[in-house]
């Protein structure tokens, strides 16, 4: 006699993780450290949960894989010994809400009025910008270095602004 058992049960998927990111405090992305980003599963016989990232260094799980900025699907699937595979996708949004921050930012300038001039060409190099996902600079007030400034107060404002559009001045 003969028996033939065959494993038609399809395992079960829990998608049910984190999906709400915020970046890694100076990275441009969220690195994995631990596996709660990972689906569970259960199935009567053994089976193995893998992913499609193929930025993640083991395929199954993300833990040690950096996701970027924005939304990142990925499709978790469970296969079981017999061949019986369930999927699911799961959408991870990465936010970056990381201010960029100043260097190099001058203090305060005080001169004298040029000789017959009422002002003065003022001088200063431009600050920069740093930011876990790069940061540009812009003069958004005042007069350019190097110009006549006129005698009296004048104000310089640089805005710094990242791709997530964070901005601090």
């Known amino acids: 006699v003969e028996l033939t058992l065959n494993d038609d ?18 990275v441009c992305g969220y690195v994995v450290v631990n596996s709660t980003l990972d689906p569970t599963f259960t199935d009567n016989c053994n089976a193995v949960r893998t992913h ?6 083991q395929l199954f799980t993300l833990q ?24 699911c996708a799961v959408n991870y949004v990465v936010t970056d809400n990381e201010l960029p921050v100043f260097t ?9 009025n040029d000789v017959d001039k009422c002002g003065a060409n003022v001088f200063w190099l ?9 940061a540009t600079v812009t003069q958004t007030t005042g007069l350019l270095p190097g110009a006549l400034f006129p005698v009296g107060l004048s104000t310089i404002l640089y805005t710094a602004k990242d791709p997530s559009n964070n901005t601090k001045t």
């Open 64 to 87: 040690g894989a950096e996701l970027p900025v924005g939304t990142t699907t990925i499709v978790w699937t469970i296969t079981d010994d017999a061949g019986n595979k369930t999927t």
């Open 126 to 134: 431009a600050p920069s910008a740093t930011d876990n996902c790069d």
């Open 9 to 26: 049960q399809v395992p079960t998927i829990n998608c049910n993780v984190p999906t709400a990111l915020n970046t890694t405090p100076g």
């Open 104 to 112: 190099n930012c001058p203090a305060n300038i005080t001169v004298g």
């Open 52 to 57: 499609n990232y193929l930025a993640a260094p």
